[in-house]
């Protein structure tokens, strides 16, 4: 199923979407009282997930309280996450080499560790929303599409064979980076890290809804130009190896947020590059998950 954060008619709450797509169903009209996407992942129970599952394939007329899906704003599914991001950093080969390319640096074609930083987020920007583009210290604004993993329970010491057990679902996030500034600090916390440079959405798919681990075509475009075009099965280090690894030397709450990487196709990757200006619409998608789109504004 997919869960969403919405707004309608200015009032808003958490929603699953109906199994065609066209209908939100809200959760507080099957007495579900989660104030927020964080409460619901820290709270739901079983019982409440079938109960979901089951409602997502009603009959909206049905449904006290259902909007029709053009009439709703969708909001990202976890506005304000409790923590900084997770993210992996080169993590498709292919956007390695065009990484190693951009920096002028050799390849040899390994990459034996997986490479962790951290992004921090005050507010996740909803699909439809702007990325702002910082011109003033910004000259070099990219793109990356990426499949976040949902931790949907405490996370400690997991082996990798249970790592799906611990797994709420996934999203969309577009890594927006700032390619100057993350390079010139020699690390990259502060060029990924600016306000509005985390659209994430549009919705939550959960864990059971995709055949685990997930192999899902994950693209993006910018102004209609498909730049990305991957499937999150070339992963250099997948999620069972990702949240197993972490686990070992830190807890991860429920909510947490993981960024798995991009796939090659990133603007910093073409010859010249092509990086984003105010005006240019990026749209991320993901199979399974749907399509997140923001425009680049001022």
Not at 1 to 21: C, Q
Not at 131 to 146: F, R, T
Not at 180 to 201: A, C, E, I, R, V
């Amino acid at each position: 199923m997919r869960l969403v954060t919405y707004e309608v008619e200015h009032k808003g709450g958490l929603g699953v979407i109906s199994r065609d797509g066209k209908w939100v169903y809200p959760l507080r009209s099957l007495d579900m009282d989660y104030k927020t996407m964080q409460e619901l992942i820290e709270g739901i129970s079983e019982s409440e997930k079938q109960l979901l599952e089951y409602v997502s394939g009603q009959d909206p007329y049905k449904i006290r309280g259902a909007a029709p899906i053009e009439e709703v704003k969708f909001l990202a599914p976890i506005p304000n996450p409790k923590q900084d991001v997770i993210c992996l950093g080169i993590n498709y080969m292919a956007h390695a080499e065009e990484s190693a390319r951009y920096k002028k640096e050799a390849f040899g074609g390994e990459r034996p560790y997986a490479v962790y930083f951290s992004k921090r987020v005050n507010e996740a920007v909803a699909n439809g929303e702007g990325i702002e583009s910082h011109s003033d210290i910004v000259a070099d604004l990219d793109y990356e599409v990426e499949l976040a993993v949902i931790i949907g329970k405490e996370a400690k010491n997991v082996p990798e064979e249970e790592v799906k057990n611990y797994i709420f679902g996934y999203t969309i996030i577009n890594d927006v980076s700032a390619r100057t500034l993350q390079t010139q600090h020699n690390q990259w916390y502060f060029g990924k890290s600016l306000d509005g440079f985390f659209p994430m959405g549009p919705c939550i798919t959960t864990v059971e809804d995709i055949p685990y681990p997930p192999k899902l075509s994950i693209q993006s475009r910018v102004n209609g130009e498909l730049r990305q075009d991957s499937n999150t099965e070339l992963l250099i280090f997948g999620i069972d190896h990702i949240v197993s690894e972490l686990s070992k030397g830190m807890t991860l709450k429920p909510g947490t947020i993981i960024a798995t990487g991009t796939p090659a196709g990133a603007g910093m990757g073409f010859t010249p590059p092509k990086f984003l200006k105010p005006g240019d619409v990026v749209e991320c998608t993901i199979e399974g998950i749907g399509t997140l789109t923001n425009p680049v504004v001022e």
